[in-house]
């Protein structure tokens, strides 16, 4: 038996990605904009890599450092315009570094 | 050089296989669904994972797979180091943390009016000539002056970087002789631009690297040399084969040309999906202690190549995998790789393509492949067309 074939099925390895994004982002807008939640954004600064795709997409919300890796600017808060802006930025981090949590 | 044909991807798999060279994705397809850890006795034993979560999986575990062998070959030779590329943890840190300050987006978009006059004066040479070969005279031209400028090296060099690069990348996955001469040869040449710096510094890479410490010392001779040659190698192969596959692929589909060539805001955009699609680059790990993932066991002393290219084009990952759709949202590529060794000249990288792609349709928005001449592709670690005659 030469193969080295997997013995398990594989556990799929969907981050978070099996909800597109663009459908979370149309109803998060709603609701933000129905004065029902608070959207943030935070960069977990352990995972960044500094691939640099939130700051491409979202520079409103996200900075780099000297080194280019990305940090959240200010608290985090998102305004309602850049609801949609926040989940695109979390569905391109290759490193699934960033966080958006609705309050 | 003989080696026997495949008959079986599963088991005996072989990268150099003319097959694989021509157009990988079918072989991946099948071994994503039949085997999805591949393994070939040849090249004293190589694994192949072809599924995104195994090889984000091998990528995020430095504990058991080296970066101290990144390239498989026929004759494992001396250590070769390039940090921080060839480094693992706690030395890689430090070694990265000294050139990333350089290749920031803020840093790359320093060097964008550079680029956009490197490609207008290539365009000029072949604008009114109705073709050219467009990996040849364009897409190896951009990244090698660029990456030369940002080094301080002379920019009319590229065909001695490239033969270092084929050497080391290409010919010496089976030659150890033809590895071995260009690395003496280039270290022998950095040497020297090294030496003027010591007595003059200027304002070039090179200049930063000769002078910089790291805990109060100097680079070791090796670490500097090694870190140079990794800047103009990794500088240029790259993103040649990077900007040559965006146009294979556009040369190809009139509606998405079309599209890029009305829209230039578009192209970043389709740059990421280019990327994604058609990653050109291929690492390798050595695996240094006992480990299993997803069910299969790994060898200490056996090499992994570690296909971003395969994991870009799983199903599971990204729907429509096979397709490239340039306006794609979600694109949560490993085109550079992903954990610490992500690529530093990733910003470089997407600002060249974005470069190359603009610069060109606003000259030549009509092109296609030459149906009288042959795409070539290389073979190794980096994929991408070495000669794309186009019409136009």
């Known amino acids: 038996m030469s193969s080295v074939r997997s013995r398990s099925p594989a556990p799929r390895f969907l981050p978070d990605a099996a909800t597109p994004a663009t459908t979370v982002c149309v ?15 935070k960069v977990d600064r352990d995972r960044c890599q500094g691939h640099a795709r939130c700051a491409a997409l979202a520079p409103e919300l996200f900075k780099l450092d000297e080194l280019g890796n990305a940090e959240e600017i200010g608290d985090g808060t998102v305004p309602e315009a850049l609801v949609d802006k926040a989940y695109l ?6 490193e699934l570094a960033i966080e958006v949590t609705e309050t | 050089m003989s080696r026997p044909p495949v008959d079986d991807w599963n088991t005996d798999f072989d990268h150099l296989d003319p097959r694989w060279i021509e157009n990988p994705y079918p072989i991946w397809d099948g071994l994503r669904e039949q085997c999805p850890i591949a393994h070939t006795a040849r090249y004293r034993g190589v694994y192949f994972p072809s599924r995104y979560e195994d090889v984000r999986a091998v990528a995020y575990d430095t504990e058991h797979f080296s970066s101290r062998r990144i390239i498989v070959r026929e004759t494992p030779p001396p250590r070769i180091p390039a940090p ?10 430090p070694a990265k943390n000294l050139l990333l300050p350089a290749f920031t987006p803020d840093a790359i978009k320093r060097h964008e009016a550079h680029a956009r006059e490197i490609c207008g004066k290539l365009i000029d040479r072949f604008a009114d000539k109705g073709g050219c070969d467009i990996a040849v005279d364009y897409a190896q031209e951009i990244p090698a002056r660029v990456i030369a400028h940002m080094l301080g090296l ?6 001695r970087f490239r033969q270092w690069i084929h050497e080391i990348l290409e010919l010496g996955i ?3 002789a033809a590895l071995m001469k260009a690395l003496s040869e280039s270290s022998k040449y950095f040497q020297a631009e090294i030496e003027k710096r010591r007595a003059q510094p200027t304002d070039d890479l090179i200049s930063y690297l000769t002078h ?9 001779e090796e670490h500097l040399i090694g870190s140079i040659r990794l800047i103009l190698i990794a500088g240029i192969d790259t993103t040649w084969s990077a900007i040559g596959a965006c146009f294979w692929h556009l040369a190809q589909h009139p509606e998405d040309r079309q599209r890029l060539a009305a829209d230039a805001a578009l192209v970043p955009t389709a740059v990421e999906e280019f990327l994604r699609a058609f990653s050109p680059v291929t690492m390798a790990r050595e695996v240094i202690k006992d480990v299993t993932i997803n069910g299969c066991p790994f060898k200490p002393g056996e090499m992994v190549l570690l296909s971003f290219p395969a994991a870009n084009r799983d199903p599971a990952m990204f729907p429509d995998a096979d397709r490239v759709v340039i306006d794609r949202k979600e694109n949560r590529h490993a085109a550079f790789g992903l954990g610490i060794h992500r690529c530093i000249g990733s910003n470089l990288a997407r600002m060249e393509i974005t470069v190359a792609l603009q610069e060109w349709f606003a000259r030549i928005p009509e092109f296609r492949l030459d149906p009288a001449a042959k795409v070539t592709w290389s073979e190794g670690t980096v994929r991408g067309p070495r000669r794309l005659p186009v019409l136009f």
């Open chain 2, 84 to 93: 921080p590329i060839t480094s693992d943890p706690p030395e890689h840190r």
């Open chain 1, 89 to 94: 930025a979390k569905a391109n981090c290759p």
């Open chain 2, 212 to 220: 910089a410490t790291i805990d109060g010392a100097p680079l070791a």
């Open chain 2, 154 to 159: 002379p920019d009319d060099e590229g065909d």
């Open chain 1, 27 to 41: 109803e998060a807008a709603r609701r933000s904009r129905e004065g029902h939640l608070t959207v943030r954004v």
């Open chain 2, 174 to 176: 089976t030659e150890p």
